[in-house]
Structure formats: structure tokens, C-alpha cells
Nanobody, 118 residues
Framework: QVHVVESGGGLVQAGESLRLSCAAS????????MGWYRQAPGKQRELVAA??????NYVDSVKGRFTIARDNAKNTVYLQMNSLKPEDTAIYYC?????????????WGQGTLVTVSS
């Protein structure tokens, strides 16, 4: 079984920064990708940033403001969010695509709320 746990959300004002963390644990043989998605009220979940075996991807709206980084030794991924805007308000979910004892798994965290006030 694989668990994914996020932390670091909160309430900030526009222009401020937050750092999200996500750790994957369990019987993990390898991780093919880790990334962050978000879902704002009334909107579909969207990919924010991801690190895959092919490289790093960002949604256009966060390029230049958000940075994703991964600590392979800790099975952890971080999302540094700078210059936050009210439109960044959403629940942020961590995703890990792993090879585990049960085979290939797509594991999700429960989400962490980020609220940016204007």
C-alpha cells in the first residue's frame, strides 16, 4: 500500500509565498512521476506542476512563480509558490505514480487548502 501526504497549505495575502510538501510512503520500488494538481471551487482539477522521467512541466499560469523540486531519497516533492494571486486559491493535491509491491499505482493525497486573499 502507498500513502501520499501533503502539508503546507494555509491562508496568505496576494504577493506572499507558501511552500507545499508531499511525501510518498509504503512499499515503493520506484517513482515515475510526482506532481501537484489543484481544484478551485466550481472548476475541474488541473495539473499545476510535475516532475516526470521526461522532465518538469508547469501550467502556463504559474510559470515563473512556482517551482517544483523533488528529493528522491525521501520520496518527497515540494512546490514553492511565490507571488501568489487570488486565482491560485484551490485545494492542492499531490500525485505520485509509483511502482509498488502491488504493481503500478497512481496515488493521491487528500489535499491541502491554499487560500490567497486580495
Amino acid at each position: 500500500q502507498v500513502h501520499v501526504v501533503e502539508s503546507g497549505g494555509g491562508l496568505v495575502q496576494a504577493g506572499e509565498s507558501l511552500r507545499l510538501s508531499c511525501a510518498a510512503s509504503g512499499t515503493i520500488f520506484s517513482i515515475n512521476a510526482m506532481g501537484w494538481y489543484r481544484q478551485a471551487p466550481g472548476k475541474q482539477r488541473e495539473l499545476v506542476a510535475a516532475i516526470t522521467i521526461s522532465g518538469i512541466n508547469y501550467v502556463d499560469s504559474v510559470k515563473g512563480r512556482f517551482t517544483i523540486a523533488r528529493d528522491n531519497a525521501k520520496n518527497t516533492v515540494y512546490l514553492q509558490m511565490n507571488s501568489l494571486k487570488p486565482e491560485d486559491t484551490a485545494i492542492y493535491y499531490c500525485n505520485a505514480r509509483v511502482v509498488s509491491g502491488l504493481g503500478d499505482l497512481d496515488a493521491w493525497g487528500q489535499g491541502t487548502l491554499v487560500t490567497v486573499s486580495s
